[in-house]
């Protein structure tokens, strides 16, 4: 049975919003915000990765279109039961990221990366496990990543990191103006 809350919110004795949530929604935003939690503030201070310093980056934020993209790949390595960054029907993670809605176009820079794992019961295990591991360690700590989404099926884990840096001001201008142009390299 589903459990539902009822949210007030009082301003001066007032009620000023009022919303049902269901158990499952409150769930899995703690989730998040356990996840960017533990993953910013090592982000804050900085860690070595396999014996090489990474400094202090910028903090993460959640993304819907990467935590798609984590949770369809969690669901898939846990019903086809594999462990693997490519999909069984060969689709790298940057494709099911991009397929997931997660696009490049229209962006400055765009990368992505992608952390796994298998076995762990919790959110301190998964990422205690994948800050000890140095390549789990550098996605996690890597600057350009801006955005990440998280998904667990089966004590499968997935975390899908995306950086995407936008045009500036002054770039978008001269576009629009027809004096500077894009050229895509693949």
């Known amino acids: 049975m589903k459990k539902y809350f009822l949210f007030l919110t009082f301003c001066l004795g007032t009620v000023v919003l009022c919303s049902f949530v269901k158990q499952d929604d409150v769930d899995f935003a703690s989730f998040k915000q356990k996840f960017l939690a533990l993953i910013n503030q090592k982000r804050a201070t900085g860690c070595n990765c396999g014996g090489k310093w990474y ?26 039961n594999y462990f693997s960054h490519d999909s069984r029907d060969g689709r790298s993670m940057n494709t099911r990221i991009v397929q997931a809605g997660y696009e490049f176009k229209g962006w400055k820079n765009f ?8 076995g762990q019961q919790n959110i301190e295990e ?53 004096k500077m142009r894009l050229i895509q390299k693949y």
């Open 55 to 80: 400094p202090p980056a910028p903090p993460l934020t959640w993304n819907d279109e990467l935590e798609d993209a984590a949770r369809g790949h969690a669901k898939d390595m846990a019903r086809q």
């Open 111 to 118: 990368m992505t990366g992608e952390n796994i794992a298998f």
């Open 126 to 178: 998964v990422q205690a496990g994948w800050f000890k591991s140095e390549g789990h360690c550098k996605n996690l700590m890597n600057p350009g990543f801006k955005e990440v989404g998280v998904a667990e099926k089966d004590r499968f884990w997935v975390q899908d990191f995306g950086g995407r840096v936008p045009f500036s001001p002054e770039q978008q201008r001269l576009m629009k103006e027809g």
